[in-house]
């Protein structure tokens, strides 16, 4: 088992540019997020997918839009980046979601904008 | 709000033992969760505690929990070079609505 995987491992943007950063899980899980994180902050939500066709907005969604692909696959986009956006992203996932429900983390993206 | 509070960095030399540590402020809490963060990578689960439990131990790794002060922590027995990383303090919260929120992380810096 790969766990949760995500492409691209690095990434680095003009501003305005756009782009996709993929993740999937293997683990059957249902519930799966994604979060940024920046120095002295902790990790934040921006989106989760509790189940399959559904999404909603985390703590910091604004210029974000994600996808719930299918059980397995969940995207981030980001229409327009700007210099805010320079973070790192993960990906994470759960069997469903419910406070006894541990999070499982992919190794992040490191995305820069320029 | 809810909010998880941790120290920014600790220091230990190899083989005396390390506590990090975490407060919260979220009483509605489910479970406690310590992650390590090694350089350039992810998140990898360590422990957990669940809520109305004092104390956990795993091999080098025990975590107390002190739930009417809200405070967390994890002693790392024997510390090693290779346990440099940083720490992350969360709890899942049914407060409201289900949250998984986390501190800003403890750097632990190994002297050998």
């Known amino acids: 088992n790969a766990g949760v995987t995500q492409t691209p491992k690095f990434q680095v943007l003009k501003t305005g540019q756009s782009m996709t950063l993929q993740c999937a899980q293997d683990m059957n899980h249902n519930s799966m997020y994604w979060y940024r994180q920046d120095p002295g902050m902790g990790l934040r939500l921006i989106y989760y997918?509790?189940?399959?066709?559904?999404?909603d907005k985390g703590e910091v969604p604004n210029g974000y839009n994600v996808s719930r692909l299918n059980k397995r696959e969940f995207s981030l986009r980001l229409e327009s980046a700007a210099p805010s956006q320079t973070s790192v992203y993960f990906c994470a996932s759960s069997e469903a979601y419910r406070s006894t429900d541990t999070q499982y983390f992919g190794p992040g993206t490191r995305l820069t904008v320029l | 709000g809810e909010d998880v509070e941790q120290s920014l960095f600790l220091s230990v030399r190899e083989g005396d033992s390390s506590v990090i540590n975490c407060t919260y402020t979220?009483?509605?809490?489910?479970?406690l969760y310590w992650y390590k963060q090694e350089p350039g990578a992810g998140l990898q689960l360590l422990t957990y505690i669940f809520s109305n439990m004092d104390m956990k131990q795993d091999q080098r790794l025990t975590v107390l929990l002190n739930k009417k002060d809200k405070h967390l922590s994890l002693r790392i027995a024997d510390t090693q070079t290779g346990d440099s990383a940083i720490y992350f303090c969360?709890?899942?919260?049914?407060?409201?609505?289900?949250?998984?929120?986390f501190g800003t992380g403890t750097r632990l810096k190994v002297l050998a």
């Open positions: 979220d009483s509605s809490s489910t479970y």
């Open positions: 997918s509790a189940s399959e066709g559904t999404t």
């Open positions: 969360a709890e899942s919260t049914t407060s409201g609505t289900y949250k998984y929120i």
